[in-house]
């Protein structure tokens, strides 16, 4: 490994599990934040970037834990954002790596270095070498447009996600007639929280959810305990039974259980119909649940209207795919995020960012010190799967093992954004066992 120090981009939860992972290492590394402090998407208010003021956890805190730094006062199964951003600070502190996150540096650009490394510039004009490359800025840094293609022109306001603070910020939809589109959790958790006047909404807020198409969608606790109160933390080691079994048939195993108790769980609330929802046209294991502790009872109770895609605009009104229309003040679009590195030209990654394929889901196929974490599609908590996969950077950067030659990476690359979720235990697994243990 080269005597330079590596740079980690981004001190959100995956950045904050490699910093904490390179320092056990004893690696030397710099963490580069452009803001003034550590959560990422769970600093609100360090202004737009995807998080908003209501936003809770979907993972109970026992599978979203840091392996080695569990939640304070175990009833409390969900937290909030500034829970959260309160949590990620005090596991930089207790592990003391605070030091080495340097906030106010926003990386503008990335370039691989003749012999290996990486010269970063920065938006106040500075240089530096590096001698590997850790991406740690997640899956939520840039909104993806609807996918309406819908003539015509909307005269209310829209907004993303992404933008979005609470009723009042910055779009005041208070007493508005406001259109969500998207079923995803955001979708659903704002949806709920628009249509509820005692979280801010006023008391004539009208809330139409627009989708194309269904998903599974499930409450956050099932008879009182988190729906994943059985799901194994990705730290833990793979039941010896599922390990011997061959190839992918441990992950499809998985898959049929998990298919299994989403479909019993869904069965509950009589399924998408009886909700007013599409049906989904998708496995449960082709995409993370929906997952909301108050979305249900609003549709139950009739608080939100549910129209399918959009089909055209005609000023304030809006036409859908089912022949109906209703008038609007705003559109809400919670259509989700893509992969977007600005600091890379195409040319330095091969591709564009949403065609993006890795080895293992995290080095690069060709740049042998360049490493993504957090980038894949899961079915568990994002920042506990980032910190196994720290732990394979850091041991490959260490030299407990070599990378396969680029011709192999190349041909085994995993597109992240268009395969199936990884199904968490059998991932790590297969990073434990290429890495000689985690």
Not at 140 to 146: A, G, I, L, N
Not at 313 to 325: A, I, L, P
Not at 374 to 387: D, I, T
Request: aromatic share 10%; with cysteine.
């Amino acid at each position: 490994m080269s005597e330079r120090k590596v740079a980690v981009i981004g001190a959100g939860p995956c950045g904050l599990a490699a910093c904490k992972t390179l320092a056990e290492f004893g690696i030397a590394y710099e963490c580069l934040e452009a803001s003034d402090e550590v959560g990422g998407v769970w600093n609100v208010e360090r202004g737009p970037g995807g998080g908003y003021r209501s936003l809770q956890t979907n993972t109970s805190i026992g599978s979203m834990s840091y392996s080695d730094f569990p939640f304070e006062d175990p009833s409390r199964p969900y937290r909030n954002a500034s829970e959260m951003t309160a949590y990620f600070r005090a596991y930089a502190r207790s592990f003391r790596f605070e030091e080495n996150i340097h906030f106010g540096e926003r990386v503008v650009r990335a370039d691989p270095l003749p012999g290996g490394g990486w010269k970063l510039a920065f938006s106040d004009g500075q240089n530096r070498d590096y001698g590997a490359l850790i991406v740690a800025t997640g899956q939520y840094t840039f909104p993806r447009q609807s996918h309406d293609t819908a003539p015509g022109e909307f005269a209310g306001h829209a907004l993303h996600a992404f933008d979005y603070l609470d009723p009042s910020e910055p779009v005041d939809c208070r007493g508005k007639r406001v259109i969500v589109v998207g079923l995803g959790s955001s979708g659903a958790e704002l949806a709920t929280e628009l249509c509820d006047s005692k979280r801010g909404a006023g008391e004539n807020t009208k809330v139409i959810l627009s989708a194309r198409s269904g998903r599974w969608v499930l409450p956050k606790m099932i008879d009182g305990v988190p729906m994943d109160r059985q799901t194994a933390h990705p730290s833990a080691p793979l039941p010896a039974a599922l390990r011997l079994l061959p190839g992918d048939s441990a992950s499809w195993a998985m898959r049929r259980m998990l298919g299994k108790v989403l479909r019993a769980q869904v069965a509950k609330h009589g399924g998408a119909r009886a909700l007013g929802l599409p049906e989904p046209e998708i496995a449960p294991w082709e995409d993370r649940p929906t997952l909301s502790m108050g979305f249900i009872p609003a549709l139950q109770a009739g608080k939100i209207d549910v129209r399918p895609g959009i089909s055209r605009f005609d000023g304030t009104t809006v036409h859908f795919t089912d022949g109906s229309q209703a008038d609007a003040d705003v559109i809400l679009y919670a259509t989700g995020y893509q992969l977007h590195f600005p600091y890379f030209d195409p040319e330095t990654l091969g591709c564009a960012a949403t065609e993006l394929a890795l080895y293992q889901r995290i080095a690069h196929p060709v740049h042998d010190d360049l490493f993504f974490l957090g980038c894949c599609r899961v079915m568990c908590s994002m920042w506990p799967l980032a910190e196994q996969q720290s732990r394979w950077v850091a041991r490959l950067l260490t030299g407990a093992f070599e990378l396969p030659a680029a011709s192999v990476r190349a041909r085994e690359a995993v597109p992240l954004a268009s395969t199936l979720p990884v199904m968490c235990g059998c991932y790590v697994e297969g990073l434990r066992s290429e890495a000689g243990g985690l």
